[in-house]
């Protein structure tokens, strides 16, 4: 999905985003900003596998000859470890040629970080990748993570941010909810593991072609 060149992705022109994130035991300061060219390498040879004990599992039928799709959530007999099928495995990471890389910190180095990919002909940009790092999870920095995903979308005047995740990745389904997602499809093709893609989004404020109402064209991407 990410075109292979040597050049970093760009960034939105937005400011970086501060506040204390709620955490159990303490209450560190979480910092988002954009990533630079340096960051890029660890953050595609971050640990994106992920624990799950949930899945979303896929159901068709018939009505009145007209075909039924939903989704029902499944508790499974164990939890199982599963990473990403898209990611990784390369000592030479590709790079979108346009984007924006945002990386969150937890008390200095990449904790987590996310890559969305513009999409300007359908006026959407796509969040390709979201990941934290497995010592960071659980104190809402995906979440952190998926808002400034959406900020970034608002600021290049797209309609909405769009994201493709695996149907048992219920951490990442449960992240993208809790940050204003919700389900607009699936697609059975998505993966070459054979794996349901699910597909949500988030609608932004926007009219026309990618504009708010009384906004300026957007800036450089």
Same mark, same amino acid.
């Given at each position: !999905?990410?075109? *292979?060149?040597? %050049?970093?992705?760009? &960034?939105? *022109?937005?400011?970086?985003? /501060?506040?204390? $994130? ?6 560190? /300061?979480?910092?988002? %900003? ?11 040879? !971050?640990?994106?596998? #992920? ?32 990473? *990403? ?5 390369? +000592? *030479?990471?590709? &790079? ?7 990386? $969150? ?17 359908? +006026?959407?940009?796509?969040?390709? !990748? ?8 659980? %104190? ?5 993570? $998926? ?10 005047? =797209? ?17 993208? &909810? ?7 499809? #699936?697609d059975e093709q998505y993966y070459p593991s054979n794996d349901v893609g699910l597909r949500f989004a988030h609608r932004l404020a926007v009219n026309g072609a990618g504009r =708010?109402?009384?906004? /300026?064209?957007?800036? /450089?991407?």
């Amino acid at each position: !999905m990410a075109a *292979d060149n040597a %050049r970093p992705p760009s &960034q939105p *022109d937005y400011a970086t985003l /501060r506040r204390p $994130a709620r955490t159990r035991d303490s209450a560190p /300061r979480v910092t988002v %900003r954009p990533g630079t060219a340096s960051d890029w390498a660890a953050c595609w040879a !971050m640990d994106v596998s #992920y624990e799950t004990d949930h899945v979303w599992q896929l159901q068709t039928g018939a009505h009145a000859e007209a075909p039924m799709v939903g989704f029902v959530q499944v508790r499974l007999p164990r939890t199982i470890t599963l990473r *990403d099928p898209l990611w990784g495995g390369s +000592a *030479d990471p590709p &790079q979108p040629e346009q984007g924006a890389l945002l990386v $969150a910190e937890v008390g200095g180095g990449v904790d987590g970080f996310a890559l969305v990919v513009p999409d300007a002909p359908r +006026a959407v940009d796509t969040l390709w !990748m979201l990941a934290v790092q497995q010592h960071a999870r659980r %104190r809402g920095l995906g979440v952190r993570l $998926a808002q400034a995903a959406v900020e970034a979308a608002r600021a290049h005047g =797209r309609r909405a941010l769009c994201v493709t995740v695996q149907a048992r990745n219920y951490p990442a389904i449960r992240t993208l &909810q809790a940050a204003g997602f919700v389900l607009t499809g #699936y697609d059975e093709q998505y993966y070459p593991s054979n794996d349901v893609g699910l597909r949500f989004a988030h609608r932004l404020a926007v009219n026309g072609a990618g504009r =708010r109402p009384g906004n /300026r064209s957007p800036g /450089r991407r």
